[in-house]
């Protein structure tokens, strides 16, 4: 073997059953060996992380389908490079009777023109697309393109899968190179990694290499950060540390300290946190320690949380961002909180109480008859859309489990409970 191809080539995948976390694509039932195994093959964009194996799915699909594999990147392509290899292709369509596929790296850095002049021989047939892009592919690729085209999401590789990644990478490197390397740490790779599976693949061989001719063939976090020269927060995602940051970040901003809440995000970001989680995290505390207070605080986490989904790193962060300081200047509640424990430890104490027969629905002339929703009063009828009647069942009649919290949005709701319910408030 030609010890001067880089790790990560070598350990490219050849079939679909090599191509490391995303079997929702190529397992038993996944959607692309369906495709291939069927040699069904349509216009393709894979939207996903670096590192996913975009590019590597793509040269498998022309492998097995037996059709001709031009390559080209959107960053030093532009429209002659394109008609170039559409007209070699329409050739070899005639030749071999199956369309070539022409795959576009960073399809989303063509402008509009240069994803234009894809559009004809797509439609003809001339060609099958499979473009590669890292950003929103909605935003990103025309629409014209993107109707003639079926997208599919790679997913960021798991902690697990970079863990075994790590050791499929070690031990063809053992391998190759005759040695007897042991990796009994693998934080701060899966750290420098960022989830990108071939730089993961380029940081071991960097690493291996600098100790192959030392006496140390144990491979802990500091040899790994000696190597790469690079100061890394270490996160274990799956450890004690992952409880601890999220905790760290939550109370910072329950504590109304912005600065400590962007610093325990920025620890998370770090280390490869699902967004998701983080954003989660977010709106439960929007809920649970603003809540009343600002009710615009739950408005704001969860269109955090939808934004992240749709945005992705890296830009996700700046949404985290401004959401997490909000979260934290907000003034802060959890009255609304202790209200719905309050009321689940009374039902678990006092059982099924009976609803009172003035609340209750009369879809029969029998409830009618048995005076179900009789001496019902409709608010909306008096003056202020309020009279005073009994919501609870009789038993709990005096129960008082809303206590408004002492901020200035809450007292206003605190005056006009007093008002209303004078016997409570």
Known sequence: MNQNIPLAERLRPKTLDDVLGQEHLTGENGTIRKMVENNTLNSLIFWGPPGTGKTTLAEIISEKSGRKFYKISAVSSGVKDVRDVIEDAKKQNLFSGKSPILFIDEIHRFNKSQQDSLLHAVEKGWIILIGATTENPSFEVV?????????????????????????????QYNKDENTTFEIVEKEAFIQYSGGDGRKLINSVESVLNQFKNSKNIQIKNEDVLEVLQETMALYDKNGEQ????????????????????????????????????????????????????????????????????????????????????YLAVSPKSNSAYMAINEALALVK?????????????????????????????????????????????????????????????????????KKKWTKKY
Not at 143 to 167: F, G, T
Not at 366 to 378: A, I, P, Q, R, T
Request: aromatic share 8%.
């Open 349 to 417: 104490q006092t059982g099924n109480l009976p609803v009172p027969l003035h609340l209750r629905n009369a879809p029969t002339k029998l409830m009618k008859d048995l005076d179900y929703g009789k001496e019902y009063k409709y608010a909306h009828s008096f003056e202020g859309n309020f009279v005073e009647q009994a919501f609870l069942p009789e038993a709990i009649q005096d129960i008082k489990l809303y206590e408004p919290g002492n901020n200035s949005t809450e007292k206003k709701i605190y005056e006009e409970l």
């Open 143 to 171: 629409s014209a393109l993107l109707s003639r085209s079926q997208v599919y999401v790679l997913k960021a590789l798991s902690y697990d899968k970079l863990e075994d990644l790590i050791d499929i990478a070690s031990a």
């Open 242 to 325: 992952h409880y601890d940051i999220i905790s760290a970040f939550i109370k910072s901003m329950r504590g109304s300290d912005p600065n400590g809440a962007v610093y325990w995000l920025a620890r998370m970001i770090a280390g490869g946190e699902d967004i998701k989680f983080i954003a989660r995290r977010m709106v439960i505390l929007a809920a649970e320690d603003i809540g009343l207070a600002n009710p615009n605080a739950l408005v704001i986490a969860n269109n955090c949380f939808q934004a992240v989904n749709v945005i992705g790193n890296p830009e996700a962060r700046i949404i985290l961002s401004e959401a997490a300081i």
